[in-house]
Each structure stands twice: as structure tokens, then as C-alpha cells.
């Protein structure tokens, strides 16, 4: 484990254990351990008051095109994996997406293999939905949105039947801290230490996926519905750190290029370490 727990040591408080941001630690059989999940963050060496926590042997496997390769090989994607990091300004030598785009499109672009990282912000969106994964919102007029939002959002035959519809689950998801100026979207391979991962997946892929997250930890990956891709995936596993899969939503499943049978899965990239770790851990290691 990148960090490890002197038995003889530890006083058993379990103060690491709250304060993991990973939530890697764990009591078992009146013991506390470190599980594979552990991302070398060190957080839980200052929350330790006796000194019973310190580095083990190995380091967090970080290298995004390890993980990438391991991912693949070990889930049997047929679709590459979209990757984001988010920005306060755009990063240097990083093209910027002039638009307009959806940010939806940007990542069924990584899925299907097309295009390299591109810096994504709200000057270049055509659809509201740019707040939901941290951005500010595209200006517009009144009339504008109010002439987009009835053609494709609101009323028979649209996503909902009414705005008051629209807006009343939006408290159902974490609200974000601040708003970054954007994102780069771009293949995990292709991008170093970014914030989340991105990728389409099989039922079966899914049940791989959630099987290997809780086997030392008990954790629960939970699932969407109802709402709209970005939100859905984007905020869960950006502010809480937790993954979250969902079923998407009629544009984002249109723009995303997914097919009748995949479902979205969004992981903080620093669980993805300990993901790949566990999936050779479990019962679908060996079928």
C-alpha cells in the first residue's frame, strides 16, 4: 500500500478513517487498515495523533496511459475513455474549442477516437448545461433562451413538461464550491493527472466495475436517472469524490454517440488506481 498502518501502534480512534478523502480506510476485526484504494494523498498522516501511519513499499500507480491500458485490458472496452481536468485559466499549448460545441459531443468525439485534448469553456457551448459541470453559464438574451428552452426543453413532446418540472430536482446533486473558467477534454492516455474519468459501459462492465470499488472498502457506486447527462455524472464525482454511473439523457446519449445498450460511469480519476488494483482482486478476474 502506498501508506500503511503500524498495528502495534495505532490507538484505534478511527480518526483516519474520517478524514480519508478516499474513504481507502477501514476498521476490520477491531482494526483499522489501508486498502488498496489509497491514492499516496497523506492526508490521514496529520489526522494520526500517535504516529502509527506511514509509507509503505509501493507508490500509487498515476500514469494515465498505464491506467488507460489497464482499464481497457482489464474491462474489455471497445471505446476509448474521455478524461477532464478543470482550469481557473485556459493552460498553455492547449488548442481552445471555439465552438459552438456540447460538451456531451467533446466526449463522445474522445469515445469514438477523434481529436486530441481541447480546452472547453463557456464562450464555446451551445447549451445551458455548461453550469452543470462547473462553468458559468453561455450569455443569451431573454428571448434567446426563452426561444430555445421551449423549442427543445419544455412542453409535449420535449424533456419536460414544464420549467417548474426542469428545476425541481437540481438540489439532488452536490452543488459545486466555485466556477472554474473550464475544462480540458481529451483521452485519458492523453492527459496527466486529470480530475475525472469518462466512459461508456456494458451491464456486465458495470458489475466488474462496482465489484472491485467495494471489495475492501463496502463503498457503493450509485446511479441517475432523470435529469440530464451533465449533471447526472459531473458534480457527484467532482465535489463528493465518489463515482457515479448513469443512463444519460436523450441529447447526451445523442451526442456521446452511445449505442441502446451502454450505460456512463464517472470516476475522480484519483480512484482509478485502486479500481484497476481490485479488478484483479475479485471474482471477474479469473472469467
Known amino acids: 500500500m502506498p501508506f500503511v498502518i503500524n498495528q502495534e501502534d495505532c490507538a484505534g480512534c478511527g480518526s483516519c478513517i474520517g478524514n480519508c478523502p478516499n474513504r481507502a480506510i477501514v476498521r476490520s476485526d477491531e482494526k483499522v487498515f489501508i486498502t488498496a484504494m489509497c491514492s499516496d494523498c497523506g492526508a490521514c498522516l496529520s489526522c494520526c495523533s500517535v504516529g502509527a501511519i506511514s509509507k509503505g513499499s509501493d507508490r500509487t500507480e498515476l500514469d ?37 460545441h456540447f460538451w456531451c459531443g467533446m466526449c463522445g468525439d474522445v469515445f469514438n477516437g477523434e481529436g486530441d485534448p481541447l480546452f472547453f469553456s463557456h464562450d464555446a457551448s451551445t447549451c445551458g448545461g455548461c453550469v452543470n459541470i462547473g462553468l458559468r453559464a453561455p450569455r443569451a438574451t431573454r428571448e434567446e433562451f426563452e426561444t430555445a428552452t421551449n423549442a427543445s426543453v419544455v412542453g409535449e413532446g420535449n424533456l419536460y413538461v414544464s420549467k417548474e418540472v ?25 492527459m496527466k493527472s486529470p480530475d475525472l474519468v469518462i466512459f461508456p459501459i456494458s451491464a456486465h462492465q458495470l458489475c466488474m466495475i462496482s465489484t472491485a470499488y467495494a471489495f475492501e472498502t463496502g463503498e457503493l457506486i450509485t446511479g441517475v436517472a432523470g435529469k440530464s ?19 444519460g439523457d436523450h441529447g447526451g446519449r445523442m451526442f456521446m454517440q452511445l449505442s441502446h445498450d451502454e450505460l456512463l460511469i464517472c470516476f475522480p480519476f484519483q480512484l482509478i488506481p485502486g479500481l484497476v488494483k481490485n479488478l484483479d482482486r475479485t471474482v471477474y478476474a479469473n472469467l
Open 64 to 100: 494515465s496511459r498505464k491506467l488507460d491500458a489497464a482499464l481497457k485490458q482489464k474491462l474489455g472496452l471497445d471505446k476509448n475513455i474521455a478524461a477532464m481536468k478543470f482550469y481557473d485559466k485556459a493552460p498553455a499549448g492547449v488548442p481552445v474549442e471555439k465552438g459552438p
Open 166 to 190: 426542469m428545476t425541481k430536482n437540481r438540489n439532488a446533486f452536490p452543488q459545486f464550491k466555485k466556477r472554474f473558467a473550464g475544462l480540458v477534454v481529451g483521452s485519458l492516455e492523453q
Open 229 to 247: 447527462t451533465c449533471l447526472m455524472t459531473i458534480p457527484t464525482a467532482l465535489m463528493d469524490n465518489r463515482p457515479v454511473f448513469c443512463a
